[in-house]
């Protein structure tokens, strides 16, 4: 429930609830419905489908489409919902291609770690219910959304939750660890919540291009590793991110340091904090003019509404 109210808190305008979703998003959306259908006709199209590390050799393609699989009712009205909502709030703002090419890359590494894993544990534990257990689900992709509005906006307040966007990732997270201590069943989504986030995180930190400016990643320290937890934890976490950081994201500096990106070791405009300045003005620019014309559309709905009962009166 958590989740449905943050899509509620980010989307909600009145009337406008239920526009102005875009096509892509619309059409993912019937590919996860149809998923969901087929499964519940076919329940054997689940060991085709679905990620059964035991299966994926030689069914290699249960890496990509797992992740648009939801075998419950809940799961997929949840991830749904979540696509819609939030897709209307990301897409505008990275255009169509980059947002396709982000649920498709986050998805695929989230199934390839979630597949590792499940080999890891059976290995550890010689349990084959790692190796038999069909993994599925869009939630990956939901907790990767989220990321992406802590890059965005990461200071817009949520009114009904009392936090800031930035913590969206770390305390979706956080309840899903602690949901995952009462149930049996939280090997089915916590790797992916967990690999979706983090995997989220390394496509937007290092890999997402940026044609308007040629460069690669956001390497801000807003949008730090350890900008995920609490403050008085970062001195912790900060040198153990500086390793994953050089091996990630050394080269990328290098090359862009040739092609002129920095200068002394200074950032060049368009660059480091500043381009990742400007993206976040830009997305709360462009939500408070998707807001502004919701409301506009709501209010002209309300003036023909009232004009038709002075008519009919």
Known sequence: MYIIIVFMELNWQGRSLFTGFTRLC????????????????????????????????????????????????HGVVISTVGLLFLGKLLEPIWGSREFLKFVFVVNFLTSV???????????????????????????????????????????????????????????????????????????????TLIFGTYMSWIYLRYLQRKPETRLQGDPSDEFAFSTFFPEFLRPVIDPI???????????????????????????????????????????ARALEERLASERLAAGEKVEESQGDATENV
């Open 113 to 191: 770690c979630a597949f590792i894993t499940a080999i890891s544990l059976y290995y550890i534990t010689r349990q084959e219910s790692y190796l038999y257990m069909p993994l599925s689900g869009f939630h990956g992709v939901l907790s990767g959304f989220l990321v992406g509005i802590k890059q965005i906006i990461p200071d817009q307040e949520l009114s009904l939750l009392r936090i800031k966007a930035k913590w969206l990732p770390s305390l979706a997270l956080l309840l899903s660890i602690a949901v995952s201590f009462l149930t049996a069943e939280s090997a089915r989504y916590l790797p």
């Open 26 to 73: 619309k059409g993912l959306a019937v590919v996860l419905v149809a998923g969901h259908i087929v499964v519940q006709i076919l329940p054997s199209a689940v060991t085709y489908l679905a990620l059964i590390p035991a299966r994926t050799i030689p069914f290699g393609w249960n890496l990509i489409t797992g992740s648009y699989i939801e075998q419950s009712i």
């Open 241 to 283: 991110a500086s390793i994953f950081d050089r091996l990630f994201c050394g080269r990328c500096r290098t090359s862009d340091e040739a092609r002129g990106y920095t200068l002394g070791g200074a950032p060049l405009p368009g660059s480091d904090s500043i381009e990742a300045s400007r993206r976040r003005e830009r997305g």
